[in-house]
């Protein structure tokens, strides 16, 4: 059966997951784009970017992780773009150019339809307006027992660990502070919803760790 998984999420040591005022220009807020100084190092992040080099290690390893066994995601709005209210028209395709780095479906949480959008490389978007469980069910048909990855923001994550619906964070802390954004776990009582710690790596750009549900 396919699991749940949050994998990749960085957050600040103060435990911000994007800084204030995202906007084309600042597409992770302002400060943003510091948090992600261990993965965008790693040979995964080079060969996803078609460069060459990259370091291998831990932080590549939690990098390439991400990406097994995925059979579908599950956005917010905010991070397929910084389009708010109806859709205008259907110019904006996401933050990634013609070939996102998904390469299956993903469904994007959104208050207003749109036609889904198929991208090169399998990438599908698909636009869903009934909440979180209707995109959950859409994902798990279409991940086909494989496993489905909530890339976030924030307020997505939070969602689905009330409704206890996350297996599995993978979440990194970047040694910066942002002062202020978007909290991970704002309003979130991990203990009481039966997540548990399991495991700490620590790097010199991050500190790993692991949550499972019990």
């Known amino acids: 059966m396919s699991r749940v998984r949050v994998q990749s999420f960085t957050v600040s040591v103060d435990g911000f997951g994007a800084g204030p005022n995202q906007t084309l220009e600042t597409p992770?807020?302002?400060?943003?784009?510091?948090?992600?100084?261990?993965?965008?190092e790693t040979r995964m992040f080079h060969e996803m970017s078609r460069k060459e080099g990259g370091s291998t290690g831990v932080d590549d390893d939690y990098a390439v992780r991400g990406f097994e066994n995925l059979g579908a995601w599950i956005l917010g709005r905010n991070m397929f773009g910084p389009v708010r209210g109806p859709w205008p028209d259907?110019?904006?395709?996401?933050?990634?150019?013609?070939?996102?780095?998904?390469?299956?479906?993903?469904?994007?949480?959104?208050?207003?339809?749109?036609?889904?959008?198929?991208?090169?490389?399998?990438?599908?978007?698909?636009?869903?307006?009934?909440?979180?469980?209707?995109?959950?069910?859409?994902?798990?048909?279409?991940?086909?027992?494989?496993?489905?990855?909530?890339?976030?923001?924030?307020?997505?994550?939070?969602?689905?660990?009330?409704?206890?619906?996350?297996?599995?964070?993978?979440?990194?802390?970047?040694?910066?502070?942002?002062?202020?954004?978007?909290?991970?776990?704002?309003?979130?009582?991990?203990?009481?919803?039966?997540?548990?710690?399991v495991s700490q790596v620590g790097t010199p750009l991050a500190s790993h760790i692991e949550i499972r549900k019990k």
Request: net charge negative; with cysteine; hydrophobic share 40%.
């Open 28 to 40: 992770l807020g302002i400060g943003g784009e510091a948090l992600h100084a261990w993965l965008v």
């Open 90 to 197: 259907e110019s904006w395709k996401g933050w990634w150019g013609k070939n996102p780095p998904y390469h299956c479906p993903v469904f994007v949480l959104t208050h207003h339809a749109r036609a889904p959008l198929e991208m090169e490389g399998g990438t599908v978007f698909h636009f869903v307006t009934g909440g979180i469980h209707e995109a959950l069910e859409r994902a798990r048909d279409a991940a086909d027992g494989k496993d489905i990855r909530i890339g976030g923001g924030a307020s997505t994550i939070q969602q689905y660990l009330r409704e206890r619906l996350i297996d599995s964070l993978h979440i990194a802390v970047s040694p910066i502070l942002l002062g202020s954004g978007e909290r991970l776990f704002e309003g979130v009582d991990l203990k009481a919803l039966g997540y548990e710690c």
